[in-house]
């Protein structure tokens, strides 16, 4: 099992930044992928971002050049710099983890990012 803990959501201007934190613990070891899914009102979950251990990252064409995602493999953490939000950036942000042995995926609980205009 892997737990997910996310933090540093909250309220911010269109313009403004935000960091996302996602510290994973449990039984890992060995590469895995970690990053950030979103889910925004009207729309299902939807990826945002990933970055594996080897720091290859996937990242969404209505981020891009705006969301930076990085990880520190000692400890087992990604952050999610968002910069120039837009309104439409609003939603639920849920961390991911996948196994890279056997694929098998972990979801924290998820932070709210409200992006007002």
């Known amino acids: 099992q892997v737990q997910l803990v996310e933090s540093g959501g909250g309220l911010v201007q269109a313009g403004g930044s935000l960091r996302l934190t996602c510290a994973a613990s449990?039984?890992?070891?060995?590469?895995?992928?970690m990053g950030w899914f979103r889910h925004t009102p009207g729309k299902q979950r939807a990826l945002v971002t990933t970055i594996t251990t080897g720091g290859v990252t996937n990242n969404a064409d209505s981020v891009k050049g705006r969301f930076t995602i990085s990880r520190d493999n000692a400890k087992n953490t990604v952050y999610l710099q968002m910069s120039s939000l837009k309104f439409e950036d609003t939603g639920v942000y849920y961390c991911?983890?996948?196994?890279?042995?056997?694929?098998?995926?972990?979801w924290g609980k998820g932070t709210l990012v409200t992006v007002s205009s």
């Open positions: 449990g039984n890992i070891f060995g590469r895995n992928t």
């Open positions: 991911y983890f996948r196994t890279g042995y056997n694929d098998m995926e972990y």
